[in-house]
């Protein structure tokens, strides 16, 4: 097979969970031209892997928008095979967009079909399940030196992270700010600087953990998603709500404690170290009632 296709959109959990099968699908095809069909966000990083000869950037038109799926169809034109990583149902139309091809997903009809138990898996288990169904059985540890070794903000050592956002439209997903303040205070007197990531538009979080602990640091809106990695990289430990970064902290190796409400499900989504390991899971229906003490006995 001269031309390969994998397709991978995100959310970045989702994204970073995919490294180990982005790293397996290059050693399985080592003289074919692999090319990623990603989104906006993640088409930097996928580019500076050694995993992908080529990304595209795939601009996910509405079915009503034709000059957007014709620039699509070409796209998805012309590749002998395609791994299809997302398995979303928008993917699955790229199946006959894409005109049939050799096929690894989730669609009726495709050459290398994945079953319904593809449901009850964590996505890890899931993907790997796929890739053994094309004769990969090898999922490999992947080299993220090109992520962990990028340029980050300088920061005193040691350090924790602390990531108490998650995506505005799940707010039931965040633990409350002012525990994360009490826990930075616990973490300091350990003798670790908390240190707080996220978006722009959670400095407000980072404020209310600064009014408890003024010795944290702020870093909310001045990272990249490369200094991410490399702040992980070399983090004692991190702390967070079930979001991105702590898929990040997690694949990294730097020892994680996820927290859970009943918004997502750690059996199927829950970040995973780089060899398959899972990370400290505390669970509650509502984190609010998730206790600062249970947090604190959890601390590696």
Known sequence: MKRILVIRHGALGDFVMSFGPFAAIRAHHPRSDITLLTTQPFAA???????????????????????????????????????????????????????????????????????????????????????????????PRPD?????????????????LLVPGAAPHRPAKRWPALRYGTIAVLLAERGLVPVVIGTKSEADLAATIQAAAPSAVDLTGQTGLAAVFALAAQASLAIGNDTGPMHVAAATGCPCVVLFSQDS?????????????????????????????????ALP
């Not at 780089?274 to 509650?284: C, F, H, S």
């Open 45 to 139: 990083i996928a580019r500076a892997s050694p995993w992908f000869d080529e990304v595209l950037v795939d601009e996910r038109p509405s079915w009503w928008n034709l000059p957007g799926l014709a620039r699509l169809s070409v796209q998805l034109a012309g590749f002998d095979f395609v791994y299809d990583l997302q398995t979303s149902s928008r993917s699955a139309r790229y199946f006959r967009l894409a005109g049939r091809p050799m096929w690894s997903g989730h669609v009726r009809g495709c050459s290398h079909r994945q079953g319904p138990a593809r449901e009850t898996m964590h996505t890890i288990e899931r993907q790997r399940d796929q890739l053994r169904q094309v004769g990969i059985v090898d999922v």
């Open 144 to 160: 993220l030196s090109f992520l962990t070794g990028a340029a980050m903000p300088a920061v005193p050592r040691p350090y924790a």
């Open 265 to 297: 499900n750690p059996d199927m989504t829950a970040p995973r170290y780089p060899g398959g390991g899972w990370p400290v899971i505390l669970r509650k229906p509502d984190l609010a009632d998730l206790s600062v003490a249970e947090v604190a006995a």
